[in-house]
Every structure is written in structure tokens, then in C-alpha cells.
């Protein structure tokens, strides 16, 4: 791989044309890197197929045995005259017919070419022409193998070409000898990205998730046609890495995925499909800062509205999903995930891509790209571009921004009179004793507080941790977690004496059943065993229980917490138990009522009735983070406290009234009012009021055209559309912008400069009220802006 492989860290495989991946071998004819070398290739095997057959026959004889009698060890038949040394290049043309005579002798053994290919007289033309793809394959991997300088990437040349030479001589099928077969993990990339899309966007209206849904069919797409770097590269770069775990996948990627986009004669599997977070893992830091590096190269080539979704949208895209790559504990890598209430898995190609998983080992074609968008020339953002020219014009501007940096906490959820976040820090800046509560106790909230607060430090020191497990009969069994479970059918057993032993060990060690455990020092001290019903909606609790030294400390409290955050992302939102007598008390502080909000029709038939039990249930809000739920009730009571003592503080401060008006004034400046100054009322900047109403309409015609041509005036040129902006006008009770700006021109609204800049000012401000600071709208609000004050100096609307 003398071309890939000059790639320091993995290279993005598009050839000239973009249309196909970079072929491995060395740099030269057939093994040039690029998609010419496929096409190639591909003109080849049709050229061959659409040959006489004498002549098929003269090209499979070289790679089949002597049939002459006689025991005739010839492998294969040579020519008498072998083919000259290839003259100068000279311009193409058209290909002259050649005589074949099957009567020719053999070089090595002097029997005809009739004998060698005796066994093909009745085979079909279809059978042939499948051998013949295998015999220029071969012929291709042996120009790969003798340029090739990696060892590793030659040895798996080497392999495959006699694969393939032993298949064509016995007529057989070729399949990669392995201990395995793809798929090497579960779940596989593919089902890994669709999972995190239904994990994180599910709740999007069907446009703006299928926009989502682009870009990961984009992410894809990439990843089937990266070029992985060596296994001797990887050890230069990343010496620590696990290099004998590379290795493996390197080779698998070879076998399956690589080779066979030029050798159509072995099969092939998608890298998104035959490998799983492991292979992903290890290419995606690199991967996501070229194609990054690239996109942000061709910025200029994209138009400005496409330009924000590639350059903004789609690397917070890749950062969550980072996010998700690396952490153990997300649930889109568990075979087992199930989105929504009814459990049911999304099917993998209605959602992501229509890939087969593999080809036929015969094609009479070259291999055909998976079914994925932005397959056309270009780099990736180009690709990226096309990708969402395909969704809705609008609709992606301000509503995908909503949901990509709400997914990252970096906007949140704001309503009319909500407190901006500016005045919170402020005021908690003032809050000079964290620990001390302000403001009247409940009973419900001091007991609460109490109860969790030294189990949450403890937890935080590393004192205890918290655990799911579970016991499997596919998987080879854990020793720690035997013994974890073990531990917590003991403490099962020794609180809860009225249940039978043998009911609470077949339990917690049946494989559908889960207990979250509590573990301090290296033991269980507690735990709830649970069973989930995803397609129901709900999860019975079936065990709750605290050692009885380790009580009356919080660890109930915090251990329930625990569970239901963990329900919430598996999006399960309701639990139902039944308590005795003795448990009703724990789990009506938990949040359980009798009140059951799951339909009876759901949960019969799935739970067990116990005799002289409760039945209770509780249905979890997916926005609380409940392991910290009594620290945020803390500080929002602080917070409340100070800015009531604010407030108070206003509105003892009295001015006296107006008297003016009684002495004849008919109007005075309102800066000249008493305390406006200190409501952060500021005024318009002085300058000269043109009084010629003809005079003032062409001055601010001609700064509003000046304004709508400026680059940056795209995100404000119309009024924006309820549709494509869910709760925009929750937050924004004022809008305005240039088109109506427009109207009221046309309309001779504007009697004053100053109703003018003020609406302009409202566009501005209303931006920057409901976009974050480093959204590209904010900074497209700040440079209109800055051009705007510049035009209206020029025109002398207010002083330089």
C-alpha cells in the first residue's frame, strides 16, 4: 500500500472523481490508489467477458491443470510464444481479434490447451465468466503482492491470491478461511449510529430529524471508504495502543472490505456493518479532524446557508457522538437498546442506509458504491452540501441549531419572563455560604436534602459505587460480578426474611432480571433488582434493600435516584412495584403513589400479584437529573431568596412625580426622567433629524438596501416561520426584520430616524435573545450590526 499507506493517519478514500475508494497495493498501473485503477480493472473483466470463448478458455488454461492422460503434474498451461516485452505507450485503439488454437502445445508439458481446459467444455457461459473475473483478480493481487513494501498488508495479498488461484482450479466458490466471519461486533457501527440518532433525536419533527439522519448517512459513508493506516504506522503514532488488536482488524478490513471493492470475485461487507465501537474507536479522532480540515478548506465553494450546517452543525454532530464513541456507559452500544415506549428497534436501512451486507461472489460489473448520499466528485463538505440540499430550504436553519446545541446544554429551554442567566450568575455570586439554606423549610425538601447529601459525597470520594449487573448465559461469566450478585442475594435474604430464599436467588440470577448495586469497600451493602419491560413502558422493582448497618444514611434514597437516571436513558419513564406494609413508607418518599399512571392493559399478565402487598407506581420526568435533584432545589431557593431581597431593594426606592406637566410643558426627554437611567434605559445616539420627509425616505431606503446586500443579512431577509422554529415566538415577543422593515419604508412608517434604528436595533437584539454566543447567527447579528451603525454615521443619521 505504497500510496495509502504514505498516509500518516488514515486518509478519507476518495479518488479523482470521488466516486470510488483509493485501491490498495503499491503506487504504479493497476495499484495506483485512485479510482482509475478500479474503472480499470472493471474494463478489463467486460473486454474478457465479451471475448470468444476459445479465447476465455486460452486465459483460464494458464490457471488450470493438465487433464492428459498420463498423471500430468502441469498446473498450468504456457504459451509457445510468450508475449513480448510491452512497447512504448501509444495511443489507444481498438482492440484486434486474436486466433486461438486450442491445438497448441503446452511450454511446460507439450499436451494442447484443449487438454487443460477439458473440464470446461459444458460449462456455461455465466460459470466462465465468473472464472475469469477470479483469474484477472489473481493477476492483480500478484502486481499487489511484488510492489507492496508493508509486510503485514503483503502478507494478506499473498493469502488471498492463492485463495483465489485455488478456487479457480477447483471450480469453487472463494471464502476467506477465519475463525470469524463479519459481523466481528455487536452491534455494528452502522446499528451504533442509528442508535445514537433515535437516542438523541427521536423527539424531532420527521424534516428536521431526516436532516439528522443525512449526516449520519454522510458519517457513514465516510467510514466505509477510509483508508485504515497500517499496523506499523499505528505503532509509530500510537505506541500504546493495543497494537495485536489492530493488527486483527487491519487484516479483516482487508479481507472483507477493501480488496473486494477492486476484486468483485471475493465478498464484500461494509466497514459500517462488519465492524463494531472498537474499529470505530480506533479511526474516529483522526478521521473527524480530517474531514473537518477539509470541510472548513472548501468553505468558500458552498453557499452561506450550507456553510452553517457543515461548518457549525455537523461538528457538534461528530462531538456528540464522541462523546457516545468513548463512554462506557452509553446504552447505543448495548445489543439490547430499544427506543421508545412500545421497545420496538427501529429497522437499521429505513433509517440510515439501504446497503446490502454482502455482494454476490459474481458481478458482471465493477463493484457499485453503497446506496449513500454524497457519492458524487468533490471533498466532503461538497458532499455534505448535496446532502442537504435534499432537506427542506428553511427548515434547518434555526431549528437543527435548536436542537444540536440543546443536546450539548448550550442553550436552554427559555420562556416569557424567564431570568436571564446573566442576572442567575450574578446573584449567585453574591451567595457567600453555599451550605446554608435561605428561605423557609418544608418538611418534604429538608428530609429529602438530608437524607441523599452524605451518600452523594460519599459517592464523589469514591467511597461507594454503583453498579448494574446482571447474570447472562451467552457471555463468558464475570468472577466479580458472580460474586457481586451472590453478595446482594445475601443481603436480599437476610432484609427481606418473609421472602423465600430460593424465589430471591432465581431472581437475581436469572438473566432478565437487572440489580443495580450498591458497592462500598468492595462489597454489597444494597441493592434493587429490577425487571424492564421495554415494550411495555414500564419496569417492575422487585427487590429494594439496604443492609441493616448500613441504614438510615441516605443510601436508599440515592441508590433509587440512581436507578431511575438510569431509566431515563433507556427511556423507560415508569416503575411499578408492589410494597409491603414496611416498604410503603420508603417509596412514597421516592416518588410512588397508588395512583398508577401505566394502563392496567399494560402490566397484566407481565407482573406478579403478591398477597397483603400495594401495588404502587411512579412515572419519572425525563429533564430532572435526579442524583442531583436536592442540590438544585438548594441553590434555586438561595437564588429565589437574594433576588427577592433585590427586588425589595428596587422598590423601596421612590422618585417623586412629574410636576412639570403642570405648568404648561407639553413633552420633555424621557433620559430626563427620574430613575429611567437606572432601569438600563439607554438613548439613541444625537444626531441631526432630517425634517424633509421625501429627504429622510431616501436616506433610509438607501441604508436598508446597503444592509439586506451585506453577507451577513441572510439569516434576517423574512420573518421567521413558526414551523421551522418551535417556540421562537415563546421567546421573542417583538420580531422584526428586513422584509418588514421594508413594508413599513414603502409604507412611510418611519417618521423619525429613530423608529428606523429602532427596529433595525430589535432585529439585533432579538438574535442574540434566542441563539447562544457562538452560534453563526449571533455572529452574523454582531457584523450587520457594526455595518449598520457604519451606513447610518455615513449618513449622518447620528454623530461619528
Known amino acids: 500500500m505504497s500510496e495509502s499507506a504514505g498516509v500518516p493517519q488514515g486518509s478519507p478514500a476518495v479518488g479523482a472523481s470521488g466516486s470510488a475508494p483509493a485501491a490498495p497495493g503499491a503506487g504504479g ?26 479465447k476465455k478458455l486460452e486465459k483460464l488454461g494458464v490457471y488450470s491443470s493438465c487433464k492428459a492422460e498420463g498423471a500430468c503434474k502441469c498446473n498450468g498451461w504456457k504459451s509457445q510464444n510468450p508475449p513480448p516485452t510491452p512497447p512504448p505507450p501509444t495511443p489507444p485503439r481498438a482492440e484486434q481479434p486474436v486466433a486461438v488454437n486450442l491445438l497448441e502445445p503446452c511450454r511446460s508439458c507439450s499436451h494442447s490447451l484443449s487438454d487443460h481446459v477439458t473440464h470446461l467444455e459444458h460449462v456455461s457461459e455465466e460459470e466462465v465468466n465468473r472464472l475469469l ?69 427521536s423527539h ?135 427506543v421508545g415506549s412500545s421497545g420496538d428497534q427501529v429497522p437499521i436501512h429505513t433509517v440510515l442506509s439501504a446497503t446490502t451486507v454482502a455482494r454476490p461472489p459474481y458481478s458482471s460489473s465493477s463493484p457499485s458504491p453503497v446506496e449513500s448520499v454524497g457519492m458524487g466528485g468533490g471533498s466532503p463538505a461538497c458532499k455534505l452540501a448535496s446532502v442537504l440540499e435534499r432537506s427542506p430550504a428553511g427548515a434547518e436553519k ?19 419572563g424567564d431570568i436571564p442567566m446573566e442576572l442567575i450568575n450574578d446573584v449567585m455570586a453574591t451567595i457567600t455560604d453555599p451550605s446554608a439554606m435561605l428561605g423557609p423549610e418544608t418538611s418534604l425538601l429538608s428530609a429529602h436534602s438530608a437524607r441523599d447529601e452524605a451518600a452523594r459525597m460519599e459517592e464523589r470520594r469514591g467511597v461507594i459505587e454503583f453498579h448494574v449487573i446482571g447474570n447472562s448465559l451467552t457471555q463468558k461469566p464475570n468472577k466479580k460480578v458472580l460474586m457481586w450478585l451472590v453478595g446482594l442475594q445475601n443481603v436480599f435474604s437476610h432484609q427481606l426474611p418473609r421472602m423465600p430464599k430460593e ?26 433488582c429490577f425487571r424492564m419491560f421495554p415494550s411495555q ?27 431511575k437516571e438510569y431509566h431515563i436513558k433507556h427511556n423507560i419513564l415508569n416503575f411499578l412495584t408492589y410494597a409491603d406494609e414496611y416498604a410503603i413508607g420508603y417509596f412514597k418518599k421516592q416518588g410512588f403513589s397508588k395512583d398508577i399512571k401505566v394502563s392496567k392493559a399494560k402490566y397484566m399478565g407481565y407482573i406478579k400479584d403478591y398477597e397483603g402487598a400495594t401495588l404502587m407506581g411512579c412515572a419519572l420526568n425525563p429533564n430532572i437529573p435526579y442524583t442531583e435533584f436536592s442540590v438544585i432545589i438548594k441553590k434555586q ?56 420627509p421625501e429627504q429622510l425616505y431616501s436616506t433610509l431606503k438607501n441604508v436598508l438596501q446597503q444592509a439586506k446586500t451585506h453577507q451577513s443579512a441572510w439569516p434576517f431577509m423574512e420573518p421567521v416561520k413558526k414551523s421551522e422554529a418551535p417556540g421562537y415566538y415563546q421567546v421573542i415577543r417583538f420580531p ?51 455595518f449598520f451603525y457604519t451606513k447610518i454615521k455615513e449618513a449622518g443619521l447620528i454623530d461619528k
Open 503 to 528: 424465589y430471591i436467588t432465581r431472581l437475581v440470577f436469572d438473566p432478565k432480571h437487572k440489580t443495580l448495586s450498591l458497592i462500598k469497600d468492595g462489597r454489597v451493602i444494597g441493592g434493587i
Open 133 to 201: 473475473g477470479m483469474a484477472l483478480d489473481v493477476e492483480y493481487l500478484y502486481n499487489c503482492v511484488h510492489k507492496e513494501e508493508d509486510p503485514d498488508t503483503k502478507q494478506v495479498y499473498f493469502s488471498l491470491f492463492k485463495l483465489l488461484k485455488k478456487s479457480i482450479l477447483q471450480m469453487g466458490i472463494p471464502a476467506v478461511e477465519a475463525v470469524e466471519s463479519p459481523p466481528f461486533e455487536k452491534p455494528s457501527i452502522e446499528q451504533g449510529v442509528n442508535n445514537f440518532v433515535q437516542y438523541k433525536f
Open 637 to 692: 431557593k438561595e437564588i429565589i431568596k437574594k433576588m427577592i431581597e433585590r427586588k425589595q431593594a428596587q422598590i423601596r426606592k421612590v422618585y417623586p412625580g412629574l410636576s412639570c406637566f403642570k405648568e404648561g410643558v407639553r413633552q420633555i426627554p424621557i433620559e430626563s426622567i427620574p430613575g429611567i437611567r437606572e432601569t438600563g434605559w439607554k438613548p439613541l445616539g444625537k444626531g441631526k433629524e432630517l425634517k424633509d
Open 537 to 563: 413502558g414500564f419496569t417492575e422493582i422487585v427487590f429494594c434493600a439496604v443492609t441493616s448497618n448500613e441504614q438510615v444514611k441516605g443510601y436508599g434514597t440515592h441508590l433509587m435516584n440512581h436507578l
Open 398 to 416: 434555526r431549528r437543527l441549531a435548536e436542537v444540536l446545541l440543546s443536546q450539548e446544554d448550550c442553550k436552554r429551554a427559555r420562556v416569557i
Open 736 to 786: 422584526m426584520d428586513l422584509k418588514t422593515m421594508s413594508e413599513r419604508l414603502k409604507s412611510r412608517y418611519y417618521t423619525t430616524r429613530k423608529l428606523f434604528m429602532a427596529d433595525m436595533q430589535r432585529i439585533f437584539t432579538n438574535c442574540r435573545e434566542y441563539n447562544p454566543p457562538e452560534s453563526e447567527y449571533y455572529k452574523c447579528a454582531s457584523l450587520l450590526e457594526k
Open 29 to 54: 498501473t493497476e495499484c495506483s490508489g485512485s479510482a482509475v485503477g478500479s474503472a480499470r480493472i472493471a474494463v478489463k473483466k467486460a473486454q474478457l467477458r465479451s471475448s470468444p470463448r476459445p
Open 204 to 338: 424531532l419533527p420527521s424534516r428536521e430529524r431526516q436532516t439528522i439522519v443525512e449526516l449520519a448517512k454522510m458519517f457513514l459513508n465516510q467510514i466505509n471508504y477510509w483508508q485504515l493506516e497500517t499496523p506499523s504506522q499505528r505503532r509509530q503514532r500510537a505506541p500504546a495502543d493495543d497494537a495485536a488488536s489492530y493488527k486483527v482488524n487491519y487484516t479483516r478490513w482487508l479481507c472483507y472490505c477493501n480488496v473486494p471493492q477492486f476484486c468483485d470475485s471475493l465478498p464484500r461487507y461494509e466497514s459500517t456493518q462488519g465492524f463494531g465501537r472498537t474499529l470505530l474507536r480506533s479511526v474516529f479522532p483522526v478521521m473527524r479532524k480530517q474531514l473537518l480540515q477539509q470541510a472548513r478548506h472548501e468553505k468558500d465553494k458552498l453557499p452561506p446557508e450550507k456553510r452553517t450546517l457543515i461548518l457549525t452543525h455537523f461538528p457538534k454532530f461528530l462531538s456528540m457522538l464522541e462523546e457516545e464513541v468513548y463512554s462506557n456507559s452509553s446504552p447505543i452500544w448495548s445489543e439490547e437498546f430499544l
